[in-house]
Nanobody, 129 residues
Framework: QVQLVESGGGSVQSGGSLRLSCAASGDIYKRYCMGWFRQAPGKEREGVATIYTHGTTSYADSVKGRFTISQDNAKNTLYLQMNSLKPEDTAIYYC???????????????????????WGQGTQVTVSS
């Protein structure tokens, strides 16, 4: 099994920054794809960014140039650096993992939430205008 614990959420004003962390443990062979997802009230969960164990990243168009996903394999920790935050970034942010999310044809981990089986409990991010 895989265990994921997020931290780092909070409240920030528009234009500010936050860094989310996700501590991962459990079967490493199931964690080759990891990602950040978010869900705003009344909306479906959406992919924000994913990263393959070798470093290939994917981003949603809405966060490109503002968010950066990274990982420290030695610490088993996933990060999401969020800059230039906007009110529309307000959501619960979830960390997820699943090696089956890897697209061999595309060479990246998909942003589709349904491809991920292992989830953290989520952390709230609120951006005020």
């Amino acid at each position: 099994q895989v265990q994921l614990v997020e931290s780092g959420g909070g409240s920030v004003q528009s234009g500010g920054s936050l860094r989310l962390s996700c501590a991962a443990s459990g079967d490493i062979y199931k964690r080759y794809c990891m990602g950040w997802f978010r869900q705003a009230p009344g909306k479906e969960r959406e992919g924000v960014a994913t990263i393959y164990t070798h470093g290939t990243t994917s981003y949603a168009d809405s966060v490109k140039g503002r968010f950066t996903i990274s990982q420290d394999n030695a610490k088993n920790t996933l990060y999401l650096q969020m800059n230039s935050l906007k009110p529309e970034d307000t959501a619960i942010y979830y960390c997820a993992a699943d090696s089956r999310a890897y697209s061999y044809s595309g060479g990246f981990c998909t942003l589709g939430p349904l491809s991920f089986a292992y989830w953290g409990q989520g952390t709230q991010v609120t951006v005020s205008s």
